[in-house]
């Protein structure tokens, strides 16, 4: 029975939940393989990072696939290949695990973008873009807390701890693949019709052609744009840094502190990071403004200070400490996402497409190695060591942000008066009305 048309948002945002369910469900897996097994830590740290070349694609085909296949499809196909990439997980050997890591990282990028146009698209025109928006980024924030805690669960209490959390998110997958079966496709059919033209106008070599380019210029404006290169991209990387760091590279160092709860503890502080990066992320809309980047300045300063944390709880093997920096990089986890979608969003503000947002997404994944380079560097220096340099190249780009803070800034942007519809919401204040897109309200 098709889902009633108030509530039929609501399988799309659980398969965009379940998606990320499934790339965070490594987090506690890997303390038991930690344990259980002889792979190395290097080895445990590529198999988490692996996911990022899966993701990239995913996310740079999400959109183009989700316009040329229809939301449904593309969605629906994704979650098939996420559960397919679970149960190969449950697999005992290392081959398999990098093959599943893999999948699921394309599966998640496709879902992430297709799901939420889909969520967005079926919320329906009477629900305001920022609840839509709102939606989309709770669904996905809850499934990578869901997923690294549902995980440390199942694997510290249930027998099979390498092989029932997979399957349990495999399971997942089909019930959501069931609960999205009566939704309808949302793609626009005009976005077909505007395509045909474009193509039309290339043969007859009218103004609308772009010879050799498969993407429109306006669609990568943003990445081209001075104000990317030196105020978002020197940011990007701290994005989902912070937030491994907090859940990846920390817990293990005080795994001998919490005996028989490894698991547990891996899947604790992941969610917890993730949670509060989805409180902090609002806050980024209220420190935004139009004319700096005083939000990106903030948050950056934010995972610096979590990671000085970091590198004394790893000094002192402080469970609380670790606790503590994960409040801290989750919250600069929260806030660089944040802020740096608001600039991108200026950016483009005039563009069609979610190319350039795509592109953002891709650089910030770039986070996801650095487990993996500290721990190959690990045999050359103590982890607090490695911490306060990653601290240390934090400031080099703090200072070149800082520098570019309030140069290149997008011509002719800024801020408009609230509409009466947006003062309902806003308070009234004396300062002008910062530039807030509605995603990230």
């Known amino acids: 029975m098709p889902p009633s048309r108030t509530a039929r948002w609501l399988p799309a945002a659980a398969a965009v939940a379940v998606a990320a369910w499934g790339a965070n469900q490594f987090t506690a897996l890997a303390t038991v393989y930690r344990a259980r097994t002889d792979w190395s830590a290097l080895s445990l740290a590529a198999m988490f990072s692996v996911y990022l070349v899966g993701l990239v694609p995913g996310l740079l085909l999400g959109g183009p696939a989700a316009d040329r296949y229809g939301r449904r499809r593309t969605v629906r196909g994704a979650l098939g290949l996420s559960a397919a990439a679970s149960v190969v997980l449950a697999l005992p050997d290392e081959p398999s695990v990098y093959a599943a890591r893999l999948a699921t990282g394309f599966a998640a990028g496709l879902v992430f973008l297709a799901g939420t146009a889909w969520l967005r698209e079926l919320s329906g025109p009477a629900v305001p873009p920022e609840r839509a928006a709102r939606r989309a980024m709770y669904a996905t924030g809850t ?6 805690l549902a995980s440390g669960v199942l694997a510290e209490w249930l027998p099979g701890p390498t092989v029932l959390p997979a399957l349990a998110h495999a399971l997942g997958c089909l019930l959501v693949l069931r609960a999205t079966r009566g939704l309808p496709e949302t793609k626009p059919e005009a976005r077909a019709g505007v395509r045909a033209g474009v193509r039309a106008g290339a043969k007859a070599g009218g103004p609308e052609s772009t010879p050799g380019r498969g993407t429109p ?16 991209l020197p940011a990007s990387p701290a994005v989902l840094g912070a937030a491994t760091v907090a859940y990846v590279v920390l817990p293990p ?3 001998d502190r919490v005996p028989g709860y490894a698991p547990l503890f891996s899947g604790l502080v992941a969610a917890l990071t993730l949670a509060t990066g989805v409180v902090a992320q609002p806050f980024a809309a209220r420190l935004d403004d139009a004319d700096s980047a005083r939000a990106t300045l903030t948050a950056m300063a934010t995972v610096i200070a979590g990671l000085l944390l970091g590198a004394v709880a790893a000094a002192h093997d402080s469970v609380g400490l670790v606790v503590a920096a994960a409040v801290v990089l ?7 996402l944040g802020a740096g979608l608001h600039e991108v969003e200026r950016l483009t503000r005039h563009a069609s497409g979610p190319t350039s947002a795509s592109l953002y997404q891709s650089t910030t994944s770039s ?3 650095t487990p ?4 190959g560097t690990a045999g050359h220096a103590s982890y607090p060591a490695l911490l306060a340099g990653m601290a240390a190249v934090g400031l080099l780009c703090l200072a070149v942000t800082a520098a570019h803070s309030r140069r290149h800034l997008p011509a002719g942007e800024h801020p408009e008066p609230p509409t ?5 919401v806003q308070s009234v204040a004396s300062t002008p009305p910062r530039s807030r897109p509605p995603w990230a309200e």
Do not use: K
């Open 420 to 424: 009466r519809e947006d003062a309902s």
């Open 372 to 375: 993996l380079l500290l721990a």
């Open 367 to 369: 986070g996801f190695l």
């Open 330 to 336: 989750g919250t600069g986890y929260g806030l660089t």
């Open 253 to 255: 160092l005080v795994a």
């Open 217 to 232: 210029p306006h669609r990568t404006a943003a990445v081209r744009h001075p104000r990317f290169r030196y105020v978002v």
């Open 143 to 148: 499934g990578f807390a869901a997923g690294a």
